[in-house]
């Protein structure tokens, strides 16, 4: 923290935070029950108000978590949004058991590489996908058991014969379009897909005898809570996660690091540093 304002209380000049991208107003009804994703008056930093490829951003006091002791700024960047997603995605918007098997769409995404080890952590068999050698490897590295290659259209199939026909308990999607149509193919009777983006397509069109035959659930989640931000990087600074950061630059190369982005050649995250 570099400045405060006036009516600021409990935090000081010089406090190692972290920042709640999706700022929420703090007095509507999920606000109130600490569902800040949910916020009736939310807005988003960097969309709806200026973002944090600055050297400084002003934001709520509302909005900041106080990073642990032993967490580097690199580490917090990292895991602060793309992380605490998963997070929200494996401990507030579904649950996992210990024995479960969980399917991670995309492993060496941000979220991707979050969940892997979220679910790993929480006792899971995790399988994986990736496009390329490298991004399975990196899955691979993560923790998950088993890495199936997306390139495949047939990727399906595999998941099926890994779980020996069963299916999966949850899917971590994040994707969207025939992507997620895709993954009811692997899921298990009883089994949950959560998913938190639309990138590949906003609408899809799904059977619907299958899902309420086999009991499935199809599940939404946006952003994070604090709650969430703050298990994030508890456990990060515990070692139970640990970011993957594919490379920093300087904030004069932020075009840069877009471009590199849309290659589809990033492991895990990209960081501006101002």
């Not at 991208?21 to 960097?46: K, P």
């Not at 479960?100 to 941000?110: P, R, T």
């Not at 495949?152 to 020996?164: E, G, L, Q, S």
Request: charge should be neutral.
């Amino acid at each position: 923290i570099e400045q405060l304002g006036s009516a600021v209380t409990g935090w000081n000049i010089g406090d190692a935070v972290a920042v709640q991208s999706n700022l929420s107003c703090g007095v509507c009804e999920f606000c109130q029950r600490g569902e800040e994703s949910v916020c009736l008056r939310g807005e988003l930093l960097g969309v709806s108000r200026d973002g944090g490829f600055a050297e400084l951003v002003a934001v709520p006091a509302s909005a900041l978590v106080k990073m642990p002791t032993g967490l580097d700024f690199n580490a917090s960047a990292a895991l602060t949004l793309a992380g605490s997603t998963a997070m929200h995605m494996l401990t507030n918007r579904s649950q996992v058991r210990a024995g479960d098997w969980v399917l991670v769409m995309g492993g060496a995404s941000g979220v991707g590489s979050a969940a892997i080890q979220i679910a790993k952590q929480l006792g899971a068999h995790v399988i994986s996908t990736g496009s390329t050698e490298a991004k399975r490897r990196l899955a691979f590295q993560l923790g998950a058991e088993y890495v199936v290659d997306s390139s495949d259209a047939n990727w399906p199939t595999a998941i099926r014969k890994i779980t020996n026909r069963r299916g999966v308990d949850l899917v971590v999607e994040h994707v969207g379009g025939d992507v997620l149509v895709k993954c009811f193919d692997c899921l298990a009777r009883n089994g949950t897909i959560v998913t938190c983006g639309a990138t590949a397509g906003r609408e899809v069109t799904l059977n619907l005898w299958p899902i309420f035959v086999k009991q499935q659930r199809l599940i939404g989640s946006y952003g994070r809570n604090r709650a969430d931000i703050q298990a994030t990087l508890e456990w990060a600074a515990a070692g139970k996660i640990a970011p993957v950061i594919d490379f920093i630059y300087p904030l004069a190369e932020t075009q840069v690091a877009f471009d590199r982005l849309r290659s589809r050649n990033v492991l895990g995250k990209l960081l501006i540093n101002p």
